[in-house]
């Protein structure tokens, strides 16, 4: 029951526009990795939005179409290190995003995090 708990945790996506609830078509969504992700080498945690913090139960938020601003945690498991990003991103209405961390050499940790279009 506690692993079924702490796989939702984290699952759940914010509003990040004002207004009432718009359709996936108008919206984009851009989705982290859950903050309880086991086992995972390497992970990018989507902390906040246009200034907006997610809380810990949020791993993806929902946005109008345009630029935004994000701010990312890029955790490596096998050193404990993070790295934080700030990232300036385009996003279009009806798309899905995923936040990619990049590696570099077991002393570098986590390079970069970039945002990939999901198809």
Sequence with gaps: MVAALLGLAGC???QAYDGPK???DEVAH???DLRFTA?????????Q??????SVSQSGVDVDPGSHQLLVDCIVRETGSTSRFSLD???SAGRRYRLV?????AREGCVAVHLEAQD
């Design 30 to 32: 851009i989705s982290g």
């Design 101 to 105: 961390p990049e590696t570099g050499s």
């Design 39 to 47: 086992g995972a080498p390497v992970s990018a945690l989507l902390r």
């Design 12 to 14: 759940m996506t914010q």
């Design 89 to 91: 991103v385009d996003v």
């Design 22 to 24: 718009l359709a996936r």
């Design 49 to 54: 939005v246009d200034g907006r913090a997610l």
